[in-house]
């Protein structure tokens, strides 16, 4: 086994799917900036959720945010719902594991807020049960994916958002999605305040 190989593979591969996810994803990432940015305009915030590697993705997100991305800036509002152990595992064990998202959406999420939905496969219960809370909270959904978008694609709404990775594998799906995520948060910075440093 030639690991050096093997290593160049997942370059390439890695590469490929981003510059076919390109010109797909352009749009809807773009579309994603600017509701979420209108959000952050209108003193809303941002709620993120997913599982595993998602549930990382968000709260990476989130700490880009709160904190900064690339420049100096006032904290903008968002939070992961993946964090806190204290809810997850009460509602995991009071009510049920495909609540952990959507119970915490129906608490803290308002009208004029944004639901990130991240999913690879887009099969997520609960991230699902999460985007139907949102839809009752009159929130706006951008939800990220791969494949073929799955049951989430089904659920959104007009005025929803949909960045679905064009790949199957999932680590591909993840790499474009931790993109995705980055250029949101450059783009939220260039439309809250320009391209001050």
Not at 78 to 104: P, R
Not at 154 to 183: M, N, S
Request: glycine share 8%.
């Amino acid at each position: 086994m030639n690991l050096t190989l093997r290593i160049n593979k997942q370059f390439d591969d890695s590469a490929e799917t981003k510059r076919q996810s390109r010109d797909v994803l352009a749009t809807p990432i773009a579309e994603a900036i600017q509701a979420m940015a209108e959000c952050l305009r209108q003193d809303a915030k941002i709620l993120c959720c997913g599982n595993g590697g998602s549930a990382a993705d968000s709260q990476h997100f989130a700490a880009e945010l709160i904190n900064r991305f690339e420049m100096e800036r006032p904290e903008l509002a968002a939070i992961a719902l993946t964090t806190d152990s204290s809810v997850l595992t009460s509602i995991a064990n009071d009510y049920d594991y495909n609540q952990i998202f959507s119970k915490q959406v129906r608490g803290l999420g308002r009208k004029g807020d944004v639901l990130l939905a991240i999913s690879t496969s887009g099969n997520s219960t609960n991230v699902i049960a999460a985007i139907e809370a949102a839809h009752a909270r009159n929130m706006v959904v951008v939800a990220l994916t791969g494949r073929d978008g799955g049951k989430m694609g089904e659920v959104l709404k007009p005025g929803d958002i949909h960045i679905c990775v064009p790949a199957k594998v999932t680590a591909r799906i993840q790499e474009v999605h931790l993109l995705v995520l980055h250029c949101i948060c450059d783009g939220i910075d260039h439309v809250l305040y320009g391209d001050k440093k």
